[in-house]
């Protein structure tokens, strides 16, 4: 059975509840899902409003043994001419969805939160990936949420899930916008680590006011700001 969890818990994503090594972490599927709260309004005004567009994106950092991203990327110039950068680095996010060790990476874009099941995916080969990866850190921002004033009081139903490579859901951490989410448009949801040889899971639930993820990346995770 998943294990399902509170804020700042950590679990051993090999193990299940009754501690025994049941799980295969050679793929691992993160996902993550989320429902846009339906807004209040008379008949009228449902009727003819159009249900707003909430982008949100899924990131993940790969840290060192100091907790910091080592690599992050080159510039790059993309077809239509624009300037991409942190491409190929130690982040993967929706301008360089593969990390180029081939161990990690983001599947499609659900830009609605619509339907039931995980919205967006990061696929991780745990049990590949290079010792000099100690930590991933696991992170959701909402695209122009400052301009478009949306932010994560706005979401409900909000999950990260870890599913083994039999597809197995190994471990759970739910939580819903409420007022201390108000005005917060990035939220850092989860972590995995290393610990004596094996990998661990911990929820953070960690919201920032910022809707870029670089401004998080600056402030906690690189050597120099």
């Not at 993967?92 to 995980?118: C, K, P, Y």
């Not at 995916?121 to 400052?146: A, E, H, N, P």
């Given at each position: 059975?998943?294990?399902?969890?509170?804020?700042?818990?950590?679990?051993?994503?090999?193990?299940?509840?009754?501690?025994?090594?049941?799980?295969?972490?050679?793929?691992?599927?993160?996902?993550?899902?989320?429902?846009?709260?339906?807004?209040?309004?008379?008949?009228?005004?449902?009727?003819?409003?159009?249900?707003?567009?909430?982008?949100?994106?899924?990131?993940?950092?790969?840290?060192?043994?100091?907790?910091?991203?080592?690599?992050?990327?080159?510039?790059?110039?993309?077809?239509?001419?624009?300037?991409?950068?942190?491409?190929?680095?130690?982040?993967?996010?929706?301008?360089?969805?593969?990390?180029?060790?081939?161990?990690?990476?983001?599947?499609?874009?659900?830009?609605?939160?619509?339907?039931?099941?995980?919205?967006?995916?990061?696929?991780?080969?745990?049990?590949?990936?290079?010792?000099?990866?100690?930590?991933?850190?696991?992170?959701?921002?909402?695209?122009?949420g400052?301009?478009?004033?949306?932010?994560?009081?706005?979401?409900e139903?909000?999950?990260?899930?870890?599913?083994?490579?039999?597809?197995?859901?190994?471990?759970k951490?739910?939580?819903?916008?409420g007022?201390?989410?108000?005005?917060?448009?990035a939220?850092?949801?989860?972590?995995?680590?290393?610990?004596n040889?094996?990998?661990?899971?911990?929820?953070?639930?960690?919201?920032?006011?910022?809707?870029?993820?670089?401004?998080?990346?600056?402030?906690?995770?690189?050597?120099?700001?």
């Amino acid at each position: 059975m998943a294990i399902n969890l509170q804020k700042g818990q950590t679990i051993d994503l090999r193990k299940n509840d009754r501690g025994e090594s049941v799980y295969d972490l050679s793929k691992v599927t993160i996902g993550l899902g989320w429902d846009v709260r339906k807004q209040g309004g008379g008949f009228f005004e449902k009727l003819f409003s159009k249900e707003a567009e909430y982008d949100l994106d899924a990131v993940a950092f790969l840290l060192d043994g100091n907790g910091k991203v080592a690599n992050l990327g080159k510039t790059v110039q993309t077809s239509d001419g624009r300037q991409v950068g942190l491409y190929q680095g130690d982040i993967v996010f929706f301008n360089s969805m593969q990390h180029r060790s081939g161990n990690i990476w983001l599947t499609g874009d659900n830009r609605t939160g619509a339907g039931e099941g995980d919205d967006e995916q990061i696929i991780v080969k745990l049990d590949q990936l290079d010792q000099s990866y100690q930590r991933i850190v696991f992170l959701v921002t909402i695209y122009q949420g400052r301009r478009n004033n949306q932010h994560f009081g706005m979401i409900e139903n909000a999950f990260i899930r870890a599913v083994d490579a039999r597809g197995k859901e190994i471990t759970k951490y739910s939580l819903s916008g409420g007022a201390g989410m108000n005005g917060m448009c990035a939220l850092v949801f989860a972590e995995a680590y290393r610990h004596n040889g094996d990998w661990k899971f911990r929820a953070l639930g960690e919201p920032h006011s910022t809707d870029n993820f670089i401004d998080i990346l600056k402030q906690h995770y690189t050597y120099s700001n």
